[in-house]
């Protein structure tokens, strides 16, 4: 029996030290990044543009392979069964871990233990926009001709559950206001119909309007995170008028659960310096984003942060999946 205890230690030391190694020689090929959404949107381009910068101090190819669908759903699927040895990860989005747990039912993963939380990437603030039409230049009398008109103003989204409908309904929850909601599909459409006056406002990603302010299609009333955004340096902040608001879209890297500790802190290292860099931060400053960085555990708690805020909001306002 000694003997069969002792060989079950010198076993499993033997498997541990076999996954250090494995974990040591890692990246040996490509390395595949999954993006959950179409080619050409904000997620893609930004995974795009960190794969550039990773690759070469990995040493290896990054494969971003784009996998739309079910409100980013399927394509982190494809991470959470995917071999936790680091050469899947997820290109995470409010949607995988944050949102859909709340507003689908029968998610194919398990949100909190499906996933390994790698690194903070970036904040992407929301802006507060209003068709030019409308007469109001500041949060306050928005929210002012929203309860004297109660149930007449619209505001669009990129789609039920988006970033951009939950910064809304928040908006809605928080000013005590009584505004309709209008759900597309994607931002795109969504702006224009806001150009064209068929909507009243939309809380979206900043990124999508500088050009459209700049030409005077819509007017920017706020910027819906918690600080100012150089960017738009001249516009106030909602939470001026509605203290603590703070409307934005985290973006996070991730592997399946189990991956390496070694493989998460080397992912993590890099990253953080691809995230250091001064070009790569006047690169994410022209777009509007805000780089985050630190520890996995500071993602861990951002993921779990947002989760209990959206969890808040879509129980307060009722939303369900289309």
């Known amino acids: 029996m000694e003997f069969g205890r002792r060989g079950a230690l010198l076993g499993a030391a033997g498997l541990l030290a076999a996954g250090r190694a494995r974990a040591e020689e890692w990246p040996a090929r490509p390395i595949r990044l999954v993006v959950p959404f179409a080619p050409g949107g904000a997620s893609d381009l930004?995974?795009?543009?960190?794969?550039?910068?990773?690759?070469?101090?990995?040493?290896?190819?990054?494969?971003?392979?784009?996998?739309?669908?079910?409100?980013a759903t399927l394509g982190a699927d494809v991470v959470a069964k995917a071999k936790p040895d680091g050469y899947t990860l997820l290109y995470g989005t409010p949607g995988p871990q944050i949102v859909n747990p709340y507003l689908m039912r029968g998610?194919?993963?398990?949100?909190?233990?499906?996933?390994?939380?790698?690194?903070?990437?970036?904040?992407?603030?929301?802006?507060?926009?209003?068709h030019p039409s409308l007469p109001v230049r500041t949060v306050a009398e928005l929210i002012a001709l929203a309860k004297a008109r109660p149930g007449e103003l619209t505001f669009g989204t990129s789609g039920v559950g988006a970033s951009s409908h939950l910064a809304?309904?928040?908006?809605?929850?928080?000013?005590?206001?009584?505004?309709?909601?209008?759900?597309f599909r994607g931002s795109g459409p969504a702006i224009q119909e806001l150009i064209a006056g068929r909507i009243s406002f939309m809380v979206d990603t900043l990124l999508l309007f500088p050009e459209h302010r700049a030409s005077g299609a819509v007017r920017a009333i706020a910027v819906a995170g918690a600080e100012k955004s150089g960017l738009m340096p001249d516009l106030p902040t909602i939470a001026e008028t509605l203290p603590g608001f703070d409307s934005f879209a985290f973006n996070y890297l991730a592997g399946p659960a189990g991956l390496p500790e070694p493989i998460v802190a080397r992912l993590n290292r890099d990253t953080n310096r691809v995230l250091a860099d001064d070009g790569f931060r006047r690169r994410l400053a022209e777009l509007g984003l805000v780089p985050i960085g630190g520890p996995p555990a500071r993602a861990a708690e951002i993921i779990r942060d947002e989760a209990a805020k959206a969890r808040e909001v879509i129980l307060a306002a009722g939303i369900k999946a289309e």
Do not use: C, M, W
């Open 46 to 71: 930004l995974a795009r543009l960190l794969a550039e910068r990773l690759a070469p101090l990995l040493g290896q190819p990054i494969v971003v392979e784009n996998r739309p669908g079910a409100g």
């Open 107 to 130: 998610l194919p993963y398990d949100a909190e233990r499906d996933f390994t939380p790698v690194v903070s990437l970036v904040k992407a603030p929301n802006l507060l926009v209003v």
């Open 168 to 183: 809304g309904e928040t908006l809605k929850l928080r000013a005590g206001i009584e505004v309709t909601h209008v759900p």
